[in-house]
Structure formats: C-alpha cells, structure tokens
C-alpha cells in the first residue's frame, strides 16, 4: 500500500516528450483514431454518469457503441442544476481527468494515478449496459491494472504519461468535431443543444465553453508534465 501512496522516480524529459509524440500519433490521424476515440468516449460518458450521481440523480445505465458514440441514462428532474451539470460533464470529462492526472503525475504519484484510473473503471463497468461496453471498458482497466502490478517503473511511467497525453489532447477533438457536425446540420441532440434548452443559452457558447475547458486543460497539464 506504501507504493501506492508513495512518490517515484520522474521520468527523464525524453520520455514525456516521446510519450506525447505517441499520444498525439493516437488523436491525429483519423484511422487510428476511430480506434483511440473509445477511450475518449469511456471518460465523456463516465463524466455524464459521475455527475449524475454527484448531483443526487439516479443513474440507470450506461452504453458504449462500437461507433464510439455512448448513451448515459440518469433519471432525476428533467430541468434545473443538477441535469444541467450532467450535461456539461461529457465533453469536459475527458481533459479534465486529464488535468488532474497531469497534477498528480508532477507530483510524481505515477502508481496512485494508475490504481485511482483502475478503480473508477471498474465503478463504470458496475453501471454499464451492453455487451461492447462491458468488454471497452474490462480490457481497459486491465490495461492499467496489469501494467500497475507487472512492469518495472520505466514502463508504468511511460504508460501513465500517454495516458494523460492522450486524455489532454483527445479532449480537444470532440468539440471540434461536435462543431463541424452541428455546422453541416448534425448532431440536433448533442450535449450543446440539449444545455441549450435547459439553459436558453444559445449551443455555440456551450461549444465555446467546451473548447475553453479542453484548450486550457491541454496548455495546463502539458506544462505540468514537462515541468514548466
């Protein structure tokens, strides 16, 4: 347990550079992207779900698709701050997990954060709904849970730090892409439009706060983790 709470060794400056080459490689090129985008989606929607509950709804379930869409389903007062706040959690989920793990990697509390990401997994999956998202969300908390308990410190470093490179820059994309969907007349029921009408807050200030969140959370973890 020592280990857990313990402090290890900061990575030399090459892997963290090496790292978010590496984590940028999973968010930049569409192909592999629509792989990656899982993870991203696993954090919205578990974002959506951790309100939810933080805020006194009742959560019924959440489902992951293969096309890396999620639906989360909370029952509650259908208006007021509680369904407002939820709504809000799903695209500032992603790059806010991401800040906070960049705080706790500069703090150099690399095991504490793959255990913590291991544990909230595996509170999401008590809450998943479907077959492709129970098996999302299993092999990704294995992943954290194998590299925590059998690699060398080496490794658990250079996975943590692409985790949450990859968490800070693959928030940025989803907002982008919300907004060239919503451009071309997609998306009527997306995050951003439903704020919209519980808010009377028109849906591009929304995207305009989602995009503050993800940019400031990106120039803020990525000074945390290159110890600027």
């Avoid at 550079?17 to 192909?31: E, G, I, K, N, S």
């Avoid at 019924?60 to 809000?88: F, Q, Y």
């Avoid at 908390?141 to 990859?166: C, H, I, K, N, R």
């Amino acid at each position: 347990m020592s280990d857990v709470f313990g402090i290890q060794p900061a990575p030399e400056q090459w892997l963290v550079l090496a790292t978010a080459a590496a984590a940028l490689l999973a968010v930049v090129p569409r192909a592999i992207w629509r792989l990656s985008r899982n993870a991203i989606t696993i954090a919205h929607e578990g974002g959506h779900g951790l309100i939810a509950l933080v805020t006194g709804r009742r959560l019924d379930g959440i489902r992951l698709h293969s096309d890396t869409s999620g639906l989360t389903v909370s029952r509650g007062r259908p208006t007021g701050l509680g369904m407002i706040l939820t709504a809000a959690a799903g695209y500032t989920a992603p790059p806010l997990l991401g800040l906070g793990g960049a705080w706790l990697l500069s703090a150099h509390r690399i095991t504490l954060l793959l255990w913590l990401a291991t544990a909230l997994l595996l509170a999401m999956l008590v809450m998943i709904r479907n077959a492709y998202g129970a098996l999302s969300v299993i092999l990704t908390g294995a992943a954290f849970l194998l590299v925590s308990w059998l690699t060398e410190p080496d490794v658990q470093s250079g996975f943590a730090y692409t985790a949450v490179w990859f968490l800070l820059l693959g928030g940025v994309r989803p907002a982008f892409e919300l907004q060239a969907k919503r451009r071309h007349g997609g998306a009527p029921d997306s995050d951003a439009d439903q704020l919209a009408r519980l808010t009377h807050v028109p849906p591009v200030l929304w995207l305009f706060l989602f995009h503050a969140v993800s940019l400031c959370s990106l120039i803020g973890g990525g000074r945390w983790l290159l110890g600027l």
